[in-house]
């Protein structure tokens, strides 16, 4: 299209600077309320960790209380019962053990997964401790077809934390039954691979008792002294229920909303700028 002489045209861009002035704007509005969504989805995540983590410490300093019967299993939760102290009386069922890959304070190793047969004829897993991995592993002997008479063993009393199944296995490994490679505490299967009858739907994590403490605190003792790096001891190692949970919410709430404040920024810039003017048309003089 042909101009008349001596005009100028106003640039095209200065035509279309208002409409991408406010798609842009509006893109950054709709970015700016995701990053405030997220930031307050982050904060309602750090409330959720502060009362798991004062849930589980007063559960875990209060009195132990007799680990779930039969009766209840079907009730117990994630919410409700994890990381419970409770006790269960009765004794372990020897021959039935299972090896589950540990790392823990104590270097690389297992854990020692037990049949337990409660008073009451029920079984639970319990996981008696760390064994390093030089430790010879245990006989396995059939279980019998009613592994939990009464009056078989002398009663035992186990102490520890209500823990809940770890199903499937580790990170990219699965546990292999067959192979007798655990990589998880997956209480269901270890039962199915060891032909237990049915067992409850949780573990307990053994506390060590005061006796086993001191064993303990000699064993490091030596290892420091000897620096030998070692801290094997003659029996499971218990108590090594890791209780620290990651609480990094605040800051990435906190990341989310200065996203958002940048965001808002930019909008405020974009919205700001004057609108560019049409240049006047310039006449030429003859």
Known sequence: MMHPAGAVSAPRSTVRSPMVRWLAATFAIIVCLGFCALGTWQFLRLQWKLDLIERVGQRVHAPAVAAPPPSAWAQVSKAADEYRHVSVQGHYLVGADALVQANTDYGSGFWLMTPFCTTEGAIVLVNQGFVAPSRPRPLRAPVPASPCLPGATPVTTVVGLLRLPEVGGGYLRHN?????????????????????????????????????????????????MTESGTRATDHPVGGLTVLAFNNNHLVYALTWFALALMSAGGIWLLLRRPRPQPQPERQDHP
């Open 176 to 224: 292999d039954p067959a192979g007798e490679r655990w990589y998880s505490r997956d209480v269901a299967a270890i039962a199915s691979a060891r032909q237990l009858p049915p067992v409850a739907p949780y573990f307990i994590d053994r506390e060590a008792s005061p006796a086993e403490l001191a064993e303990i605190a000699d064993a490091v003792r030596v290892a420091q």
